[in-house]
């Protein structure tokens, strides 16, 4: 029972590394968040401003992933990231706004390229 | 059962906002819960979750631990970086820093999203776990859906909604932890590709100001601009550059 217990926690030296490298850097900015918006009206400017940032954070996460590609999707073209995810939103804005149409055809044409390239 | 066609048209309808289905904490909760079904992020979610899952048993972290990851990070961004740079030898002090930037987006989400569950009366503690619970897939359904929730029950809804994602995730990170060795690797690359897509379409379809989609915009093009320099928080300086450019403009066409 212990040693099942064991196998599945792993060493508390990699749970420490958790807390450590992925829950307070996380947990911090919540919390932050948590603390400062008590005080911030629904419609106020500020928070047109905090939204605009929290946007433009997301939409650099987003370029990130695309241009400097992690593990598998290294190995598709730039090309072909970038016409994949150019079209999931064509199909999204002629869609009126569906995300699933925009994902699948975006995924499709990846898919597609590859199998073409070889 | 439903038609097959609606689960893709999400026409789940939330009871009308003076229904007495809303009188319940209880129901409140289930009603978010339920809502996760009402979304494609949630499959997108689970995807994405799945390949975590994955690169954590490639990596050799333990099931436990990436399960712990999914329930106490629970950012998919987040863990991916924490999960490759841990995997490729950098040191802790290395990949927390390269999590804190990437987390910084948390901040203004939360910002943006607690001011729609607060009442007078709510005090900080009952939105410690609704916090806990921001991520972009609860920040986007927040938009879309606490509108039709009336506010005294928003808290309520907000944690069940936060815990049947959190719920299908770790089924999800589980079943890609198991499958690992049979991913083959056009699979992870599309499963990868998922998490850039389905940001960019959730976050415009909540673009409601031009602030907001000037921002997305400039964000996508300022970033590898940026990016050529190697500052280690390019994100960070796009990020704010873009989005105090963005608010400017929308600050300049319509005067306070």
């Known amino acids: 029972m212990n040693e099942g217990l064991a196998h599945f926690v792993g060493d508390w030296h990699a749970l420490l590394v958790l807390l450590i490298a992925g829950f307070l850097p996380n947990e911090i900015w919540r919390l932050i968040g948590l603390w400062l918006g008590a005080g911030v009206d629904e419609g106020s400017q500020l928070l047109v401003w905090v939204r605009a940032v929290a946007t433009a954070i997301l939409a650099g996460v987003i370029a990130q992933i695309l241009v400097q590609p992690p593990g598998a999707l290294a190995s598709v073209p730039d090309w072909l990231r970038y016409a994949a995810v150019a079209s999931g939103f064509v199909v999204f804005m002629l869609t009126r706004h569906s995300i699933f149409a925009g994902v699948v055809s975006g995924e499709l044409l990846m898919l597609a390229g590859k199998w073409w390239v070889g | ?49 799945v390949g975590i899952g994955a690169l954590a048993h490639d990596t050799h972290f333990s099931l436990g631990w990436v399960l712990a990851s999914t329930l106490f990070v629970w950012a998919g961004p987040a863990q991916i970086i924490l999960l490759s740079t841990l995997g490729s030898g950098a040191t802790v002090v290395q990949a927390a820093v390269a999590v804190t930037v990437s987390a910084i987006r948390l901040f203004p989400m939360v910002v943006s999203v607690l ?142």
Not at chain 2, 25 to 48: E, H, I, K, P, Y
Not at chain 2, 220 to 239: K, Y
Request: hydrophobic share 50%; aromatic share 10%.
């Open chain 2, 1 to 49: 059962m439903r038609p097959a066609t609606q689960l893709f048209r999400f026409p789940l309808a939330l009871p009308a906002l003076d229904s007495p289905q809303w009188q319940s904490s209880l129901r409140a909760f289930a009603l978010g819960t339920r809502s996760v079904t009402s979304t494609v992020l949630t499959l997108v979610l689970f995807a994405t979750y």
């Open chain 2, 115 to 256: 001011p729609m569950l607060r009442t007078p009366q709510t005090k900080r503690r009952h939105l410690v776990l609704a916090t806990h619970f921001t991520a972009v897939t609860l920040w986007v359904e927040c938009f879309r859906l606490l509108p039709q929730v009336p506010r005294e029950r928003r808290v309520a809804f907000v944690h069940g909604l936060g815990a049947g994602l959190v719920s299908v995730s770790l089924t999800a990170t589980a079943i890609g932890y198991g499958l690992a060795a049979n991913l083959p690797e056009l699979f992870a690359a599309a499963i990868l590709l998922l998490t850039p897509l389905s940001f960019l379409l959730s976050t415009a379809r909540n673009c409601r100001q031009l602030a907001d989609l000037l921002a997305l915009v400039l964000g996508l093009a300022l970033f590898p601009v940026v990016a050529m320099f190697h500052t280690g928080v390019d994100i960070l300086i796009s990020g704010m550059t873009a989005g105090t450019i963005a608010y400017a403009v929308h600050w300049w066409r319509e005067p306070q």
